[in-house]
């Protein structure tokens, strides 16, 4: 039989004699104590550490049987509660049997080196969670376009007015040739301004030609929103 099982045997045949009680409690009480003394017992064969600590708590309180601090201190010791270990066991060897002692110094020992290294091991440093860095802002998307109409109606006009002027001025400058030869002076005159008008519609629609291949072929859109005087936006749109 274990030394814990002894224990237990023991308290058990001291909770329901009558001399074992330091006062003279009612039967009663005895059977109250002997009931947590037995419930503490199958919950420390369970595993359920801290609830047998209050039923052998429980019992000590009203028995004051000192023999239940070696079941205190087994269940504190099974929860690592070092100090509370110690100091339940203790109270037990002040009644301790005489062929207990030695084992029970070996273990109180046992207990101080136990508590010392706790004391002495570094606290766990703090988990550092490193927050990740900052993400650099999405590129931004470049503003909506749509085709320049202005660049094809220039391209368009200047190359309508250049062939047309071409056109007006060669035909003039054949018709102010007829007149030298007919020696028509009135008819010469008029081919020559016709023809210098000719030649200006030209000059007109190449000049208009070259600014439209100059503008881009796209312009941006711009959208502002401005509140409305009722619930809602108004989007306007520049071209």
């Known amino acids: 039989m274990s030394p814990g099982t002894r224990a237990l045997t023991l308290l058990c045949g001291l909770l329901l004699s009558a001399p074992a009680w330091a006062a003279d409690p009612s039967d009663a009480d005895r059977a109250r104590a002997a009931e947590l003394f ?38 504190y010791e ?6 509370e270990a110690r100091d339940a066991l203790n109270l037990y060897r002040a009644v301790a049997p005489a062929e207990e002692r030695e084992r029970l110094e070996r273990r109180m020992a046992n207990l101080e080196d136990r508590i010392r ?16 860095p900052p993400s650099s802002p999405p590129p931004s998307s470049p503003p909506p376009s749509r085709a320049n109409p202005a660049k094809w109606v220039l391209i368009s006009v200047g190359a309508g007015l250049g062939v047309a002027g071409s056109a007006v001025a060669l035909v003039e400058a054949s018709e102010a040739k007829g007149a030298i030869d007919d020696n028509d002076r009135e008819a ?24 439209g291949l100059i503008l881009p072929s796209e312009r941006p859109v711009s959208v502002s ?9 108004s989007f306007t749109t520049h071209w």
């Open 117 to 132: 290294a706790e004391a002495q091991a570094p606290a766990p440093a703090p988990v550092q969670t490193t927050s990740p």
């Open 188 to 211: 010469y005159d008029q081919a020559r301004l016709i023809h210098g008008v000719g030649l200006g519609v030209a000059g007109l629609g190449v000049g208009l030609g070259v600014v």
């Open 38 to 75: 037995q419930n503490g017992a199958l919950l420390y064969e369970e595993g359920n550490y801290a609830g047998a600590i209050l039923a052998f708590q429980a019992a000590f309180d009203i028995s004051r049987e000192q023999a239940l601090q070696y079941n205190l201190a087994n269940c």
């Open 225 to 233: 929103l401005a509140p409305l005087a009722g619930p809602g936006l």
């Open 78 to 83: 099974r929860l690592g509660r070092l100090r």
